[in-house]
């Protein structure tokens, strides 16, 4: 009470507390997808020099963690898998560290071995043929995060065997929008939302709110659930909606559950709000693999973490809330 009668008065002295901010917004392409950065500060030159470095960062992510460039530097460890331990930047390792938290935590559910899955079922996608059962059979043989080998003192990360390859597009858009924000931060900006696709963080509210206004995604026919308000958290959102293949009237979804090799069927959507993007992005995955009843409790694990689900039950749409997770408001008019 009193603390806020002083900061009161102190405002009503100097004016106002804060420069006026004014908001900005960037676009640009990384990762596959467009990372947009809507950012609060006093004026447009402090504006684009923290936009632009933010941006240097998601690329440098990028350069270390992407699957579809051969000279990033997991591609170049997992070209060593079967090999001795290798050591690799602190990023790469603490996605890793985080990656293999998440998989000894679902029991598999998440699991970024499932690279050689993946490149088999992006080709079906392409085809709109199902993979090959004795490709398949041979790539699940590659699948398992018991395979990583994790050395926190030399650095080091061993892949056991020859051919394993790591898929981060589960967690590593969740982990750039969090480096992205501190970057901003760096330069004195605390009022921002990075989103890269259905991965979303953000630090302080906007001025004068209660936080981000954030839009869910909908699944057809769904009734929009309103909008999260939200600041110094993550939101994503994963499912089916955009990427999916179907094949002979079955609809596969671009999650693969790592202990089948299958891609998921049935349409779903699973939005996840927790501190961290890097733990929003990667249990939206555990949830989809393992559904609500066996996934809720796990997310709800994770400090400040809630889950929402939608999925569908013969004609409707049934919609799952974990305890957690933030109040959603009705749509302004
Ligand atoms: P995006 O944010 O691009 O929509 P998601 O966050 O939905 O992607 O993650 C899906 C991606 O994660 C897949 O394209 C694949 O690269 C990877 N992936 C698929 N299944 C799993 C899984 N069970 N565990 C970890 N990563 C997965
Ligand atoms: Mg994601």
């Known amino acids: 009470m009193l603390s806020h009668f002083i900061s009161v008065l102190a405002a009503a002295l ?52 992407s699957d579809y460039d051969n000279t990033s530097e997991l591609m170049r460890l997992c070209a060593q898998a079967g090999g001795p331990p290798v050591p690799v930047s602190a990023e790469l390792f603490f996605v890793l560290s985080k990656a293999q938290e998440v998989s000894r935590q679902s029991g598999g559910a998440f699991d970024v071995t499932v690279g050689p899955v993946v490149k088999l079922w992006r080709l079906a996608r392409k085809r709109h043929k199902l993979p090959d059962p004795d490709k398949l059979a041979a790539a699940r043989a590659l699948v398992g995060w018991q395979n990583v080998r994790l050395d926190q003192a030399k650095r080091t990360v061993q892949l056991l065997k020859t051919g394993m390859q790591l898929d981060l597009g589960g967690i590593a858009k969740g982990y750039a929008a969090d480096e992205a924000l501190a ?13 890269a696709g259905g991965d979303i963080a953000v630090s302080g509210p906007p001025p004068e709110t209660d936080g981000w206004k954030i839009a869910i995604a909908t699944l057809p026919g769904e009734k929009d659930p309103g909008r999260l308000i939200l600041h110094h958290a993550a939101v994503s959102t994963s499912g089916d909606a955009e990427q999916f293949v179907e094949i002979d009237g079955k609809r596969y979804s671009h999650i693969i559950d790592p202990r089948t090799g299958i891609g998921l069927l049935g349409r779903m959507s699973v939005t996840v709000v927790a501190r961290r993007g890097i733990d929003a992005d990667s249990l939206t995955k555990v949830v989809a693999v393992l559904g609500p009843e066996k996934g809720i409790p796990l997310v709800e694990s994770c400090q400040g973490a809630g889950v929402r689900m939608v ?16 109040k959603l408001h009705p749509v302004e008019k």
Request: aromatic share 8%; charged share 25%.
């Open 14 to 65: 100097l004016g106002s507390g804060e420069p006026t901010l004014k908001r900005y917004e960037f676009t640009e392409p990384h990762m596959g997808t467009r990372f947009r950065i809507v950012l609060y500060a006093p004026d447009q030159d402090t504006a684009r020099k923290a936009a632009a470095d933010a941006f240097a960062r998601i690329a440098s992510l990028n350069a270390i963690m």
């Open 183 to 195: 970057v901003l931060q760096k330069h004195g900006i605390d009022r921002a939302l990075v989103a």
């Open 311 to 326: 999925r569908q039950k013969g004609e409707e749409w049934e919609t799952i809330i974990s305890k957690n997770f933030p």
